[in-house]
């Protein structure tokens, strides 16, 4: 059975935004070396996610340039790259994952579209969702709190077609008390059950990446459509995690099975009761 590798960069935030560039840089050439097709960077890693104190509000010219050294480098690689970063839109400036094709051309943004109500005085709400390919597999992105609360978006992807759906997520740690022993631990809150409930309810895979955070309590993963895990990543230990695709197995098949039913359908289901 023919497979497509994947790379999570699961990294500790960089010092500045010129730090993170460097580690994207780093990280990507690992990645292929590893033998990976398409590595995958948490939510925001370049310039950082900014509802943290320390970073700074990149300009929109230091964000093209960025962009424009990592394709240079994607086709140097010959690997894509979905990178978790903003961008300036029209209505403001959004959380975003910047999708380069393994030539180095830029297949666009996912922007997201369900913020978390902590964002809300940053950035922008994004609108559109979008179906990506690199060579045969086909993928989605949710980035980290539409993905854990809104089950929609993955379904959405999985409904059009993709085999995987990626999940750039960032944790604020609150407290460095509680060590998971295990993914999906009991005791842990209920963030990597529902990456385990995301891939089986829509019979894809999920590939879910954080940053290598002290205290985190969500880490890298991937998760089969069967929704039993495969790998993932020591809790806060940075590192590249791999995992192998199979795309005959990403069917989407429960979640082309849902059957929406509009009010009018619903009202006469009741009228008929």
């Avoid at 840089?25 to 070396?33: D, W």
């Avoid at 609108?127 to 089950?151: M, Q, S």
């Avoid at 077609?161 to 407290?175: D, K, L, N, R, T």
Wanted: charge should be negative; include cysteine; proline fraction near 5%.
């Amino acid at each position: 059975m023919p497979s497509i590798r994947i790379a999570l960069a699961n990294l500790q935030p960089a010092r500045h935004a010129d730090h993170a560039l460097e580690i994207v840089l780093e990280t990507m050439v690992a990645a292929a070396t590893g033998g990976a097709s398409i590595v995958c960077f948490p939510e925001c890693f370049l310039p950082g996610y900014r509802t943290e104190p320390s970073v700074s509000r990149p300009s929109e010219t230091w964000l093209d340039q960025a962009w424009a050294v990592v394709d240079d480098k994607a086709a140097d690689l010959q690997i894509g790259v979905i990178l978790g970063t903003e961008r300036v839109a029209e209505d403001g400036r959004m959380i975003t994952a910047r999708v380069t094709n393994p030539d180095g051309t830029c297949a666009g943004f996912q922007d997201k579209v369900q913020l978390d109500p902590s964002e809300e005085a940053v950035y922008t709400k994004g609108r559109n969702r979008k179906i990506f390919h690199c060579g045969p597999l086909l993928f989605g992105i949710v980035i980290c709190h539409e993905g854990w609360r809104y089950p929609e978006t993955v379904r959405w992807a999985a409904r059009h077609g993709a085999h995987v759906v990626f999940h750039p997520h960032f944790e604020i740690v609150e407290s460095t008390d509680y060590l998971p022993s295990r993914f999906a631990d009991p005791a842990n809150s209920f963030h990597e059950k529902a990456a385990l409930c995301r891939a089986a309810e829509n019979t894809c895979y999920f590939a879910t990446v954080n940053c290598a955070l002290r205290g985190a309590t969500t880490t890298s993963a991937v998760v089969d459509p069967d929704g039993v895990l495969m790998t993932h990543q020591p809790y806060g230990k940075s590192g590249v995690l791999f995992a192998d695709i199979h795309t005959e197995k990403g069917t989407g098949l429960l979640a082309k099975r849902f059957r929406s039913i509009d009010i009018d359908d619903q009202d006469a289901t009741l009228k008929r009761r």
